[in-house]
């Protein structure tokens, strides 16, 4: 039964069929520009996993009926927003976006499938951090949403997401004893040392230097250190509070669209 | 960690190698090309789709051919998921095969899987001697996972070992004297006493050390290797090998099998699941592999599962059915053979 199958592997079979039509397949079906794109995309994004990305490109290509906002947000993942490539990605979801109906003779990009967008960006945030942040940056359903403001929204969403991931990781060193709930009194301790890191303005450089040494491993030690000193139990801290606290810190610096 | 930040960095050659990008590509393009020869109307995107997908999910290696296998440490790990998804009522049952009776296992899903490979393997087990004694699936499996995903990093510290082994052995002794700095008297003092048996450990993971994570196979983590070396003086090599086997954190890091307690669980899910999971392959070789994805995320590939469910039962029957003959063979030589043979295998067992 295995045996038969190796008919299946190229090596045993491909001298049957001539070279030439194998090169007219793929020609002709357009897998060579396919792979050519696919390569292009793999180099220019790096992505983390290659064979996952692979795997939701050709899903995505498939996949004809999957909305254009679910097509924005693949590509806007794609990368982290870090790379350079990240603002080709944007602009191309941009033009996806652009061919969204708004009635029988209108397309473009309006208020509510860049709302939807920004929704599906925040999926994975708690759904209080994620209407915070749609009132800030929210734009009337019938509005037209230019590219600069559309792609500030995105970088912002893009920064909190991380933002929000690494709060997530800033609990679990936290929670000590793994319980999934971490002593109040550290932290309120964490929290107090980030707020008034965020709290500097971009002006004020000594402030800026200040923080970050605030947020360094040594400046969060001492506070740490002052937090236990005290001793006092105040109970204790869910990872969705903490986070939720933490993005609101971040959201009070974005500033609102109107 | 520090690999991750390079893949920026580094040129756009090394990133696509060190990901086997052009080795996937290649091949999905080679299988493609085959698969048209019996279907001309194969729907290229749709092919790739399944055949990515199923990369992804791991269920890409059923039947392909060893050198394709071993090519790259994504499809090693899946191939040992494979066979342990496709065996487990073995250790479920709690039967202990012979190496031959492994060897014919893989060969069902490989049909040119080296027998050097099992025979690596039954070393680690049974550290080194009575090659002939039963192993039971649990220790043949992890035993097997790590032999097969650091193959080329145990041949290494094979090496390591035998000249280190080599040097301590004569008078001078220079290895194993700084080391009786930082260990104990204790350590130093049965270095003395046993010369032979094994090499000071501390010793052994110094020059073990340099080869993890700097090379362009797989190492284990460096962590577990710690774990595994500091805490005994002196080490064999075998007992090294079954150390790490043993290594609940190693066997995580590789990501494909459960913990040793829940091996043999849950099994009678996935069991009664897998007529729909083996579905031939013959004719849509990847497709027909997608659907070997874990129940959970099954849901969107239903479709695909029914359209061949004679030949997937096919398979299944052919697999069970070897599994079975295989399994009243062992039954019948246990019963007759005395109970010698038994306990010795059981005493591997632990």
């Avoid at chain 2, 492994?102 to 049909?111: D, Q």
């Avoid at chain 2, 009786?180 to 006493?193: L, M, P, R, T, W």
């Avoid at chain 2, 239903?302 to 469910?309: D, E, F, I, K, N």
Wanted: proline letters at 4%; hydrophobic letters at 35%; one cysteine or more.
């Amino acid at each position: 039964m295995a045996a038969e199958r190796r008919k299946a592997i190229p090596s045993t079979s491909d001298d049957n069929k001539p070279l030439d039509s194998d090169k007219q397949f793929l020609e002709r079906t357009n897998v060579n520009a396919v792979v050519r794109d696919v390569l292009g995309k793999i180099i220019a994004n790096r992505p983390e996993d290659p064979v996952t990305f692979l795997a939701d490109y050709f899903e995505a290509l498939v996949e004809e009926q999957s909305s254009l906002v679910q097509r924005a947000l693949r590509v806007i993942t794609m990368t982290h927003h870090s790379r350079p490539v990240f603002e080709v990605n944007v602009r191309d979801s941009y033009n996806l976006l652009s061919k969204h109906k708004v009635n029988k003779k209108l397309k473009g990009v309006n208020g509510s499938v860049y709302t939807e967008l920004l929704q599906a960006l925040c999926r994975n945030l708690p759904s209080s951090v994620t209407i915070k942040l749609v009132q800030k940056l929210e734009c009337f359903e019938h509005e037209a949403v230019p590219y600069d403001v559309f792609r500030s929204s995105i970088f912002a969403c893009c920064v909190l997401r991380e933002y929000a991931f690494i709060a997530e990781q800033l609990f679990a060193s936290l929670d000590i004893q793994k319980i999934g709930k971490a002593d109040k009194a550290l932290c309120d301790a964490v929290m107090d040392q980030l707020k008034t890191a965020l709290g500097s303005s971009r002006n004020d450089v000594r402030r800026i230097i200040e923080s970050s040494y605030n947020l360094a491993p040594e400046g969060l030690h001492q506070a740490l250190e002052r937090a236990l000193s005290r001793e006092q139990t105040q109970g204790v801290c869910t990872s969705e509070h903490f986070i939720t606290e933490a993005c609101d810190s971040f959201l009070a610096k974005v500033k609102k669209l109107k | 960690m520090t690999l991750k930040e390079d893949r920026f960095t580094m040129s756009a050659d090394r990133y696509l190698a060190k990901n086997y990008v052009i080795v996937y590509l290649e091949d999905a393009i080679s299988q493609l090309l085959a698969h048209r020869e019996e279907n001309p109307k194969v729907e290229p995107l749709k092919y790739l789709s399944q055949y990515f997908s199923s990369l992804r999910d791991g269920n890409h290696t059923m039947f392909r051919e060893f050198s394709f296998i071993k090519s790259t440490s994504h499809s090693r790990a899946s191939f040992v998921r494979l066979f342990w998804k496709c065996f487990r009522q073995i250790g479920k049952k709690g039967d202990l095969l012979s190496i031959q009776e492994y060897h014919s296992l893989l060969g069902l899903l490989c049909t040119d899987f080296p027998f050097k490979l099992v025979q690596k393997t039954a070393r680690i087990v049974l550290i080194d001697d009575a090659l002939d004694c039963l192993i039971s699936f649990t220790d043949f499996i992890y035993a097997f996972q790590v032999q097969f995903f650091y193959e080329e990093f145990l041949d290494k510290c094979s090496e390591l070992y035998q000249t280190l082994q080599q040097s301590s052995q004569s008078p001078r002794d220079p290895v194993i004297v700084p080391t009786s700095n930082d260990q104990d008297a204790g350590g130093a003092h049965q270095s003395n006493h046993l010369p032979v048996d094994g090499v000071d450990s501390i010793a052994f993971f110094r020059s073990v050390y340099p080869v993890c994570d700097r090379v362009n196979y797989s190492t284990p983590p460096v962590a577990a290797l710690k774990e595994i070396l500091f805490s005994t003086p002196r080490i064999s090599f075998y007992g090294f090998l079954m150390a790490i086997a043993k290594s609940e954190a190693i066997n995580e890091h590789i990501g494909r099998l459960p913990p040793k307690m829940e091996l043999l669980e849950g099994a009678d899910i996935e069991l009664t699941s897998l007529p729909f999971k083996l579905p031939g392959t013959r004719s849509r070789p990847p497709s027909g592999t997608v659907t070997q994805r874990s129940t959970s995320s099954g849901h969107g590939r239903a479709s695909l599962t029914q359209l061949q469910p004679n030949s997937s039962s096919l398979v299944r029957g052919k697999l069970s059915e070897k599994a079975n003959r295989i399994r009243s063979h062992r039954q019948l030589a246990l019963e007759t053979s005395d109970e010698s043979d038994d306990t010795s295998s059981d005493s591997s067992d632990d």
